[in-house]
């Protein structure tokens, strides 16, 4: 167990005061066998009412609404957790799912149906083409070792690109320009599983490099800000992390926030404001998770 400290700053700044609409935020875990929540604190200026909910997912929303008008906006989230994630798990996968293709049992499919749907269309099948290149000459391979040779083949191959713009980009795009950001390679693997016929998901969150704590550098690549991933749904294993821009699974330095179908699901703040199109200036985030030392 690692006990984790995140603190994550967003900040907008306007060239003159502006009024502002309704703001979603996610930044609250939820609480589970791999991450227990200590600590939550939430500060927004200028002061908003909050409310809460679970979206269709199960993620904790914050809805945020303000009555006065700013050129300056800024949210703070500071949480405390402690993290069971491993690192690099053995893969306990059900007899009938340990090659693919397979098809999930009847009582699954339901469930997982819309993580099965691929995000945009694929008509030159550029993603699929991709996705099958993993698989041997019969058409198979092994479902465990398959999805770790795609995580590790993104990190490889892909450049990592930190776009600031709001957005992912398709996987078809990402494939045709050879780079993307951790969102455009989190929706790479999942349009490259989902087109293998498997069930996969967006997540949101943080990552902890333990490089920044004085700890030995392994090459971690996204710190100082939010990061994204996918989960795939695997039979015997369940929902199971993979990081293509690292090309690490198992999730033992990933902080999960938020898990939905698509990336537009799940952003971390979305919101509007009412004043000139030109009156925004650039957004400035910081994202630091330190490990705090705990016992005697």
Not at 190 to 209: H, K, Q
Request: proline share 5%; glycine share 10%; charged share 25%.
């Amino acid at each position: 167990m690692s006990r984790l400290s995140i603190t994550h700053v967003t900040t907008y700044r306007y060239s003159q005061p502006v009024r502002f609409g309704e703001h979603r935020l996610l930044f609250r875990p939820r609480d589970s066998h791999d991450l227990r929540l200590v600590t939550s604190g939430l500060k927004i200026t200028p002061t908003a009412k909050l409310r809460w909910l679970h979206d269709p997912f199960g993620n904790s929303v914050a809805i945020a609404t303000f009555e006065q008008e700013s050129d300056f906006l800024r949210f703070e989230s500071d949480i405390t957790i402690d993290h069971y994630g491993l690192s690099e798990p053995d893969f306990r996968i059900e007899d009938y799912a340990r090659t693919t293709p397979f098809v999930y049992a009847p009582e699954e499919q339901p469930d997982l149906l819309a993580d099965m749907m691929r995000h945009t269309g694929d008509p030159q099948k550029r993603v699929a083409n991709w996705a099958r290149s993993f698989l041997d000459e019969a058409g198979h391979m092994d479902t465990a070792e398959g999805l770790k040779a795609m995580n590790a083949a993104i990190k490889r191959d892909f450049a990592y690109n930190r776009r600031d713009e709001h957005g992912v980009q398709s996987a078809y795009r990402t494939l045709e320009l050879g780079s993307g950001s951790c969102r455009d390679f989190a929706l790479l693997m999942m349009e490259g599983a989902r087109s293998l016929g498997m069930a996969a998901r967006f997540v949101t969150g943080y990552l902890y490099d333990p490089a920044l704590d004085g700890g030995v550098a392994n090459g971690t690549v996204g710190a100082g800000t939010t990061h994204a991933w996918c989960q795939i749904y695997l039979p015997g294993s369940g929902w199971t992390e993979f990081d293509p821009t690292n090309g690490r699974y198992g999730g033992s330095n990933l902080i999960r926030i938020g898990a939905g179908r698509t990336p537009e699901q799940v952003k971390p703040i979305e919101g509007s404001y009412f004043g000139p199109a030109d009156a925004a200036g650039p957004m400035e985030v910081s994202v630091s998770v330190r490990r705090v030392r705990t016992g005697g």
